[in-house]
C-alpha cells in the first residue's frame, strides 16, 4: 500500500510569489495533518483536518496560508505571498484518527529567495 | 505555556550499549505519549504510543515509560546498532479538546561501531 504522497519535494520561489503543495493521505485516514519543520525543530501544527472539516488550525498563519481538503481526500496548502521566513519543509501526515499513528509523507522543501 | 523539553546536544553511545532518551514536559498533562523517528530528508516515523494508565511498553528492542507525576518519559534503545543513528522525537497529546500532538525538538542520536 502506498504510503503518504507529497509533492513537489522541492520548490524554490521568490519572495512575493504564491506557492502551493499537494498531498494524498494513506487511504481510509480519516484526519489529516499539515505541519512546518525547521531545521533542528520539530513538527509545528498548521492544520489538522478530520474529514473534510478543518479542526484546528489555530497555528495557521491566515493572512497568508490557506489550506482546503475537498471531499474529505487529497489536501492542498497554499503560501500567498511567501515571505522569507517561510522557508521550511511542510509535512503532510495522515492517521486514522484522533488517538493514532500518525503516518508522514517525505515532505516539501521550500526555499524563499 | 506548554514546553517540551528532549536533550537538544547529540547523544553519541557505543554500539550495544543501551540508548537512553528523555522527554520532559511543563504546563501539561497529556494522556497519551508518542515517540517517533526521523531520518535527514525524511518525514518522521512512528515507533511507540503509551496512555498515561500504562507505565511501561515494549516493542522488539524498544522501551518507553512514562511518569506522570514526574513529567517525564524516558525512550530506551537497547542492543544498540548504527542503524539506530536518528533523530528521535517525543510528542506527547492532550487529552480532551482536540487532542493535540505536539512534538519536542527531538534528540540525536548518534551510534558508533
Known amino acids: 500500500e502506498a504510503g503518504v504522497v507529497q509533492s513537489p519535494r522541492y520548490k524554490i520561489i521568490e519572495k512575493k510569489q504564491p506557492v502551493a503543495f499537494w498531498c494524498n493521505p494513506i487511504s481510509g485516514h480519516n484526519t489529516l495533518y499539515w505541519y512546518l519543520q525547521n531545521l533542528g525543530q520539530g513538527p509545528e501544527l498548521l492544520i489538522r483536518?478530520?474529514?473534510?472539516?478543518?479542526?484546528?488550525d489555530s497555528q495557521l498563519p491566515k493572512d497568508r496560508f490557506s489550506a482546503e481538503r475537498l471531499k474529505g481526500v487529497d489536501s492542498t496548502l497554499k503560501i500567498q505571498p511567501a515571505e522569507l521566513g517561510d522557508s521550511a519543509v511542510y509535512l503532510c501526515?495522515?492517521?486514522?484518527?484522533?488517538?493514532?499513528?500518525?503516518?508522514f509523507g517525505p515532505g516539501t522543501r521550500l526555499t524563499v529567495l | 505555556s506548554q514546553k517540551i523539553e528532549q536533550n537538544s546536544e547529540a547523544l553519541n553511545i557505543q554500539e550495544g550499549k543501551t540508548a537512553t532518551l528523555t522527554c520532559n514536559y511543563t504546563?501539561?498533562?497529556?494522556?497519551?505519549l508518542q515517540w517517533y523517528r526521523q531520518d535527514p530528508g525524511r518525514g518522521p516515523v512512528f515507533l511507540l504510543l503509551i496512555r498515561e494508565n500504562e507505565k511501561e511498553k515494549r516493542k522488539e528492542r524498544l522501551k518507553v515509560t512514562f511518569d506522570t507525576t514526574l513529567k517525564q518519559s524516558l525512550f530506551h534503545i537497547t542492543a544498540s546498532q548504527p542503524a539506530d543513528s536518528a533523530t528521535y522525537l517525543c510528542a506527547p497529546q492532550d487529552s480532551g479538546g482536540y487532542q493535540k500532538v505536539t512534538f519536542g525538538t527531538g534528540t540525536k542520536l548518534q551510534v558508533i561501531p
Open positions: 501526515a495522515s492517521s486514522l484518527g484522533r488517538v493514532d499513528e500518525q503516518f
Open positions: 504546563n501539561y498533562s497529556p494522556a497519551y
Open positions: 483536518y478530520e474529514n473534510e472539516e478543518a479542526v484546528d
